[in-house]
């Protein structure tokens, strides 16, 4: 659920993605788990696709998401 929360929140469409580090930091898990919980969010329709490549979470929020984007 933080991560849901996290990636809504910090989701802008200029940036480069998110770092895993303070991904993992925020939700209290490692970075190598990001990427399985990160699925989750894909299969639940909070992401439409994503990517955990180079230390960085990229994807793209579903419309029901949008509105959260970049709230912090």
Known sequence: MLLA????AH???EDGGLHLDQVAEF???TPDPVGE?????VATDWL???DTA???LR???TERVL???GLL
């Open 5 to 8: 929360l996290y990636t809504a």
């Open 59 to 61: 994807g793209q929020l």
């Open 27 to 29: 939700t209290a898990l």
């Open 11 to 13: 989701a802008r469409s």
């Open 67 to 69: 509105p959260l984007s």
């Open 54 to 56: 180079g230390g960085r």
């Open 37 to 41: 919980h990160t699925k989750l969010l």
């Open 48 to 50: 439409t696709e994503a």
